[in-house]
């Protein structure tokens, strides 16, 4: 039997895309919207005014404070992968699963990644601007080829590994830092590095594919940056807080590394007098690399049918499942 109608999902940001309201229809659940980035009190509140029994985090944060007030709660999901907003041990505390979108925004996020390191080679970004205010740099201007080039990731999840297929056209050499990756699961003809600072030390292109964790807050910072090659690009389509964003402006204005593409912020959004805004070496877009349609419909779907699925019968994707819960939790 199918879970009753009263089943209520509370949306931490817009609704989701009409196919995946589609499909929450059809399985009986009520999804209410809450403004983006509402504060802890407000998601308790709306929460607790429609008996909430799930929490879906689009823009917004679920502390200790927001599991712990809402007595209806009983599943958390990620409309994505990023994890970072979510109290992860005060939800495993209550067993509450709190569960992710695996690779539904991949491909998505993965052409962003492509989308920056073309932009920033290229210098899309500031031609565009130059060509706006009457200049034309055809006689000065030269760009980077990516063809050939020496690309190292850290970390492989399904984006680093959808990223490195849409580079295959371009025959560059592979680094992979990812401590949590088998010898087995490395892709052929890839290299294993050792450290961050020996993957750092010999790529031309570096891009960040990790998820953001205690241990790694800032590990991208005036040393990192140092070790780097010169003509090196850094991109970031995971989380802004991996990168010291002081030492990452000093490295693009004194040339240490030639530039960076940038799809996350330590703060989001940045303040409109970052020093960030004065780098013509840097190529920025608004954490929309999971902002496609198709993703949207991917991720929606994933996120309705896992909750759907879990309040009728508790059942989990356990690939999907990013906290510990105790053995006792449904």
Known sequence: MGQSATNTVLIAG???SDA???????RQLRLVPLK???TPDEMIEAANAVAAKAIVVRMGRVTDDVIRGISTLRIVAKHGVG???IDLTAAADRGIPV???????AQSVAEQTLALLLSVARSTAWLDRRMRAGEWDKPTYAGMEITGKQVGLIGLGAIGRAFLDLLAPFRVGVRIYDPYLSDTQLPPGSIRCDSVDALLRDSDIVSLHCPLTPDNRGFIDAGALASMRPGAILLNTARGELIDEPALVDALRSGTIAGAGLDTFTSEPPAADSPLWSLDTLVASPHVGANTREARIRVGISVVEQIADYLATGTLVTRNLVNALPATAA
């Open 14 to 16: 817009p609704l989701l």
């Open 36 to 38: 983006p980035y509402a």
């Open 83 to 85: 994890v970072d907003g």
């Open 99 to 105: 569960v992710v979108a695996g690779g539904a925004n």
């Open 20 to 26: 995946a309201m589609a499909v929450a229809e059809a």
